[in-house]
């Protein structure tokens, strides 16, 4: 079974535009979740979309943005870049925990996201 | 705001000597997972334990869940190169919200 692709790998961008990642969850997974990961502040929670709808967010401004489509896969939007959204972003697959009550969550690789 | 501490932040161990890494909480977990990430790469998931008490062994490393679901430990034994990169502990604290919060995270480096 393929594992969770994400796209690009790597992006660079200026000031003030705006970027879109791509992220292809595990065959068979509804949930995605988002996180942005610095040195600094370690992995952030950004948002997790199920079925479409996004069911928990972190605390991010609303320049941060996310959607998911019917297919499951993913996709997050930043506008307006500032230097400091520099990071390499993950996005990550999951079942749901159902009656387990066990909820793990698969990775991709991440985009690299540059701001200059 | 449930934090997920972990300690020590920067380990640097010579190859085959043994290590361990804690994860602390002040809350209970509904289960908790351990993932190691190398260097541009996402993390990857090594356990999951669920049962208060539970160890688990996967090859050189045991991991351990404490009794009240508050903490576990990652054990190495005869550590090796290939161990070296980014240990994260992350726990469900939401018991059915189904969102994780991740641990601070223990880099780790082996020197051969």
């Known amino acids: 079974k393929a594992g969770v692709t994400q796209t690009p790998r790597y992006l660079i961008k200026t000031r003030g535009q705006q970027v879109t990642l791509s992220c292809s969850p595990i065959s068979g997974h509804r949930s995605v979740s988002w996180y942005q990961q610095t040195p600094g502040q370690g992995l952030q929670f950004l948002f997790e979309?199920?079925?479409?709808?996004?069911?928990n967010k972190g605390n991010f401004p609303g320049r941060f943005s996310g959607r998911q489509f019917s297919n499951s896969r993913s996709e997050m939007n930043v506008s307006t870049l500032e230097l400091g959204d520099s990071a390499l972003y993950l996005c990550a697959s999951s079942l749901s925990a159902g009656t387990s009550g066990i909820y793990e969550q698969y990775f991709g690789p991440g985009t690299r996201l540059t701001v200059t | 705001t449930q934090l997920l501490e972990q300690s020590p932040q920067f380990l640097s161990i010579q190859e085959g000597e043994n290590l361990t890494v804690y994860c602390n909480s002040s809350?209970?977990?509904?289960?908790l997972q351990w993932y190691r990430q190398e260097p541009g790469e996402g993390p990857v998931l090594l356990v999951t334990?669920?049962?208060?008490?539970e160890v688990k062994k996967l090859k050189r490393l045991t991991f351990q869940f404490g009794d009240a679901r508050k903490d576990s430990s990652l054990h190495i034994t005869a550590a090796q190169p290939g161990d070296t990169g980014l240990y994260l502990c992350a726990g469900d604290f939401n018991f059915g919200n189904e969102k994780l919060t991740f641990g601070t995270g223990t880099r780790l480096t082996i020197i051969p």
């Open positions: 809350s209970v977990f509904s289960s």
């Open positions: 334990v669920v049962t208060g008490g």
């Open positions: 979309y199920f079925s479409e709808t996004q069911r």
